[in-house]
């Protein structure tokens, strides 16, 4: 008994001693007294023992008060630089330690009760309460609307109510301040990057070459003073945040009126950041803003100075950030209408840009662009009351519905070209022919490659069935066109690229010859020619189909691949002698085949490649090698994803180019409304399993409805 009394002293004497926080029970939430109802938090006076402390208030979101909303990530704000250990491998110490650090929970008293935030939030809201003496913000205390805080986030209901809402909140808002965490020892070089390229003239974008990047003297009358790469790099730091990859950060960098940004103790206005990411995409220097890239940089070679880790890391100025500002900047996006701030942009269209944004839930894939996405297009058009936010569902069900809802709007199957390869998935469970979209979508679908407008079954129609597709299964109807009966090699699944390439070549040699002409158009193209047409999908330069000239910069291209990796040996060129080596090394016997096999009059037969290989050695060996035109064929490969889409070949002779997950015996089909072609894997249940899109060379525009093939209903689950 004496015992317990002194257990009871010492807790209540320790008690005595800690902060008053300690003392406090925690926050309760009270519930809305309507859906339109919102919470604002005002920020109080700092307790004296330094504990952050703030007040909720209620209000009708059209009679609040004067606020602003806070824009930041929930987890950690920091780029993600993982520390290399002498093995060249990531240091877990180290990465436990961010991990730590970024969830540790931190209290604040709210209405004297306490609430647990994140160490992100708190860092935040130190900021906001000292935003007083920081330039550019508010001199006057004010409201904040921030999602954690003012949203019961353990209520479903309410969070239901307030995520279709929150579009509305951020249009009420005076204004959004976007808080990218703590600044580190890059920050002021991103800075100087965004302050120097602001101060230079719009108009004189354009006139940056591309590969002035590198060499500063091609555009000397452009900036008033050189940025270096050290200044680069910390922008390249700058904009890998998370908060530049969060899905909610769309919505509310679009809907703002106006924006600030703040790190640490630098603030700017969006309006720089957003200069900086226009500048980086007019001029195309995103591909050269990449870490991997700059690494083999002389000068960051000898002095990397506190770049030393970002260089051994693979960061880059990637396709997040760059649509986020786009769809910030999108006139459009932002048109008013009768002085209510109105979208252009579709739902589709939104998910589709913005496929690569994170979220930590991902439902959130889905419900952080229904707020920005307009109303009077599809699918709201017809279905006003569509995909309403329900956190009660699961995550398989919010993607069905979405799939769904998307599919039977537009009546067309053009949402299947959206469906990831296998290898790629994340949720379980998911039907097949539903996209998962908390994953990010590599290669883009091949609609996207430009003026095609491929239409495989001509105008035939599908009659959706929503029923069956709420229930996982996909009626559709189309014709078989063939089965697969050989594949190749990707270009990476070998340790030696020229192992894909000669796996790629053995599929172009087993090709009949003359090709299938269903369409009778009377056209007898060459296998080299089916190859490279397959290879960049008949386009180069937005031209559809690509110009013949196109073919001699594959062979270009072929030429190039191969004396690289013949050359390799080589310590330097006067160890090799042109007419004095045969030309014969140079050739890999798969392809001399290949040529051999071209008819008399073609472009590609050998004798045409082996003259066109002395020329390009010798000049090479003389130093007056231009390649021009490789640059953007090596674009076009890559858009039609070369590297990850596998080559195949049918049983009638058909060449083409789909999932890397496709595999022999797989279906080879022309959906009606799909655009495209697309890979079917028969089930034992006579239902099938969507593999993924296809391009198929001589059928893309209804060719395969003149081969008298039956059309059939069949069911995708």
């Known amino acids: 008994m004496r015992l317990r009394r002194l257990v009871r002293y010492a807790r209540v004497t320790q008690a ?30 700092t307790a004296s023992n330094g504990v952050i402390r703030c007040s909720l208030k209620t209000t009708e979101l059209e009679d609040a008060p004067s606020f602003k909303a806070l824009s930041y990530t929930w987890g950690s704000s920091r780029t993600s630089i993982p520390p290399t250990s002498t093995h060249g491998g990531t240091g877990p110490k180290s990465l436990l330690t961010t991990r730590v650090n970024s969830a540790r929970q931190h209290t604040i008293i709210c209405d004297d009760r306490l609430v647990k935030v994140n160490s992100n939030l708190r ?9 007083v003496n920081m330039p550019h913000m508010p001199k006057t205390p004010t409201y904040y609307w ?28 005076d204004g959004v301040v976007v808080w990218l965490g703590k600044e580190d020892q890059y ?10 390229i602001s101060a230079t003239p719009e108009g004189k974008w354009p006139l940056v070459p591309y590969t002035s990047f590198y060499n500063p003297e091609e555009s000397p009358l452009v900036f008033a003073t050189r940025l270096t790469f050290y200044n680069w790099l910390g922008f390249i730091v700058l904009i890998n945040r998370p908060w530049f990859k969060r899905a909610w950060v769309i919505q509310e960098i679009a809907l703002g009126k106006t924006a600030l940004v703040v790190c640490g103790s630098k603030v700017f206005p969006w309006e720089l950041l957003a200069k900086t990411l226009s500048f980086v995409k007019i001029t195309r220097w995103y591909h050269h803003l990449r870490s991997e890239k700059l690494r083999h940089v002389k000068e960051l070679r000898k002095q990397p100075g506190i770049y030393r880790q970002v260089l051994k890391s693979k960061l880059e100025v990637g396709i997040s950030p ?52 307009n109303k009077s297009l599809s699918p709201f058009r017809t ?13 398989q069900e919010v993607y069905t519905e979405t799939a769904t809802v998307l599919m039977s709007s537009y009546k067309n199957l053009s949402w299947l070209s959206h469906v990831e390869d296998a290898s790629q998935r994340q949720i379980s469970n998911l039907p097949s022919w539903v996209p998962d979209l908390s994953v990010s979508l590599q290669p883009y679908p091949l609609r996207y490659r430009g003026p095609a407008h491929w239409a495989a079954a001509g105008s035939r129609h599908w009659r959706p069935a929503v029923t069956n597709m709420r229930k996982g299964l996909l009626r559709v109807q189309g014709i078989q066109l063939d089965h697969i009966d050989q594949t190749s090699l990707l270009i990476d699944e070998s340790e030696d690229p020229s192992a894909g390439w000669a796996s790629i070549v053995n599929l172009a040699l087993s090709l009949d010859s003359p090709y299938p002409d269903p369409g009778a158009t009377g056209k007898t193209p060459s296998r080299v020619e089916v ?38 040996p080589w310590s330097s060129a006067d160890e090799f002698q042109p007419h004095h080596s045969p030309l014969s090394d140079f050739i890999y016997p798969n392809w001399r085949k290949l040529f051999e096999l071209e008819p008399l009059d073609s472009q590609y037969k050998l004798s045409s490649y082996t003259e066109r290989l002395t020329t390009v050695v010798e000049s090479m060996f003389n130093g007056t090698y231009s390649p021009i035109g490789l640059a953007q064929l090596q674009h076009e490969l890559d858009q039609s994803g070369g590297r990850q889409r596998r080559l195949f070949k049918t049983r009638r002779g058909f060449m083409g180019t789909g999932a890397r997950s496709l595999r022999v015996g797989d279906e080879v089909w022309v959906l009606y409304r799909g655009g495209l072609p697309f890979v079917l894997r028969p089930l034992p249940n006579g239902h099938y399993r969507l593999v993924g899109e296809s391009f198929v060379y001589g059928v893309m525009h209804g060719e395969a409805l003149k081969m008298g093939l039956l059309r059939e209903d069949i069911v995708l689950e």
Not at 187 to 196: H, K, N, S
Not at 358 to 364: L, T, W
Not at 383 to 395: E, F, G, M, R, T
């Open 16 to 45: 005595a001693k800690l902060p008053i926080a300690y003392n406090l029970k925690r926050y309760q939430y009270q519930s809305l007294p309507s859906p339109t109802c919102i919470r604002l938090l005002e920020l109080l006076p």
């Open 123 to 131: 860092d935040a809201l130190l900021m906001l309460s000292n935003a």
């Open 146 to 173: 921030i999602d954690f805080l003012c949203v019961n986030q353990t209520n479903i209901e309410e969070r239901n109510a307030q995520v279709a809402s929150m579009a509305d909140v951020f249009k009420k808002a």
């Open 187 to 196: 920050t002021q070089d991103a800075l100087t990057t965004m302050q120097r």
């Open 322 to 373: 760059l649509n986020l500002n786009s769809t910030r900047l999108t006139a459009s996006l932002l048109a008013e209408t009768n002085g209510q701030v109105v979208s252009h942009s579709s739902l589709r269209n939104l998910l589709d840009k913005h496929r690569f944004a994170e979220s930590s839930d991902p439902r959130d894939k889905v419900y952080a662009f229904l707020g920005l996405a």
């Open 383 to 395: 279905q006003p009351n569509a995909l309403i936010p329900d956190y009660n569902l699961s995550v």
């Open 531 to 568: 190859l490279w047409r397959t290879l960049t999908t008949d386009i180069y330069n937005h031209t559809y189909p690509s110009p013949p000239e196109t073919g001699l910069l594959f062979i270009d291209y072929i030429l190039n691949l191969q004396i690289r990796h013949r050359l390799t």
